[in-house]
């Protein structure tokens, strides 16, 4: 299954998730980084390797079920100033995202991780509401790309 833009084992990825001038917030906000959206060839990947589509189809519902879930430890941890639980919350964030096609919202969280790993939870707060945005626009694009009820 491809990923493209998943990062390196240090969390990095500018210039590939975001803009290279490494200002997330600027790129991030009006999509000028060039990363789409959703990316649904993820998804019918898996459903190739898997022989059919439930699987697949289950794993999105299931992320759209839970992403108020994920995106609400993240707030809280950060809110609480607790780098652990933070790190773990853009962890799942970050790859379930990947794992759904949501490509945006994956490259936002990179970047949050490596906020997190240098210790900046200011940054990660004031680039929470964008990744909130992007997490539902992600969650609606699933819905209205691939969840459809007559596909």
């Known amino acids: 299954m491809s990923s493209s833009g998943s990062s390196t084992g240090d969390g990095g990825a500018n210039g590939v998730c975001l803009p290279a001038s490494g200002d997330p917030v600027e790129g991030a906000a009006d999509g000028s ?27 999105a519902r299931d992320y759209v079920s839970i992403w108020d879930k994920r995106i609400g430890y993240l707030t809280r941890s950060v809110g609480d100033n607790d780098p652990e639980l933070a790190m773990d919350a853009v962890l799942s964030v970050k790859n379930s995202a990947f794992m759904v096609g949501g490509s945006r919202l994956a490259c936002l969280a990179v970047e949050l991780e490596r906020l997190i790993r240098s210790g900046d939870l200011s940054a990660v707060r004031r680039l929470l509401p964008i990744v909130t945005k992007t997490g539902e626009d992600t969650v609606s694009a699933l819905k209205v790309g691939y969840l459809r009820p007559e596909q």
Not at 33 to 56: F, I, K, M, Q, S
Request: aromatic content about 4%; cysteine-free.
């Open 33 to 59: 980084a060039g990363v789409p959206l959703l990316d649904l060839t993820v998804l019918h990947e898996l459903e190739e390797e898997l022989g059919g589509t439930g699987v697949a189809r289950s794993f």
